[in-house]
């Protein structure tokens, strides 16, 4: 399904970023991270490239916002995978981003993943 793309996972709950990361390499996918702060992201991102990312909303340092906005700007697709939804900032500026709330299975959110790579390959 993710056929060796390379999946940023950040996520701060240790047993979630476990299974995340789990079912991206059960579908082929190389697993970046995981990471529990915008910090770590960032610093990621700057430094190698990433085919999708999976993003917790709510982060050690704070919301997913500047991550979900680099993404964004750099046409990566990503989920944001939240027990909360969408920052406010976020959902103003991008009110159809996919969120997945929690608890899901990890397998439904790599599925959704998978749907929003498909997405960006028609378009």
Known sequence: MLKG???LIVENEP????DLSHAVQDHQGIVIGP???VAEALAI???QPVGAAILDAKLDDRDITPVATRLIAQGVPFVIHSGTGLPAELAASHPDLPVIIKPTRPEEV???LA???QGCEQA
Request: proline fraction near 11%; glycine fraction near 0%.
């Open 110 to 112: 790599v599925a959704t």
């Open 15 to 18: 047993l979630i970023a476990l």
């Open 35 to 37: 990471v529990p702060t």
């Open 45 to 47: 991102l700057a430094r």
């Open 5 to 7: 793309l390379p999946v």
């Open 115 to 117: 749907e929003q790579l």
